[in-house]
């Protein structure tokens, strides 16, 4: 029922850009809390960014300054910009939506930086 599912990845070069976006559906999406983590093999998992009901953002120092995060109520969709991509930020990016109850988690998709 409760479903998220992520699209916009891919390969791009470095410095390019890359628009990830998270479609959702089953949930009361105004009350949740939604954001972006990454994982790469052999590497910590990193929050990448996370946008509040309100709209207020915050994102890691790697992420400060080149990425984006918005949120549509309208459209149950949140969007990470990702703009000067760098090699360091390949990884699988994983969507997710909370309260203080529970998360949901998207599948993933896979972006790679690389000439």
């Known amino acids: 029922q409760v479903q998220l599912v992520e699209s916009g990845g891919g390969l791009v070069q470095p410095g390019g850009s890359l628009r990830l976006s998270c479609a959702t559906s089953?949930?009361?999406?105004?009350?949740?809390?939604l954001g972006w983590y990454r994982q790469t093999p052999g590497k910590q998992r990193e929050l990448v960014a996370f946008?509040?009901?309100?709209?207020?953002?915050t994102y890691a120092n790697s992420a400060q300054g080149r990425f984006t995060i918005s949120r549509d109520n309208a459209k149950n969709t949140a969007n990470l910009q990702m703009n000067s991509l760098k090699a360091e930020d390949t990884a699988v990016y994983y969507c997710?939506?909370?309260?203080?109850?529970?998360?949901?988690w998207g599948q993933g998709t896979q972006v790679t930086v690389s000439s």
């Open positions: 946008i509040e009901s309100g709209g207020s953002t």
């Open positions: 089953g949930i009361i999406f105004s009350r949740y809390r």
């Open positions: 997710y939506a909370a309260t203080s109850v529970r998360t949901y």
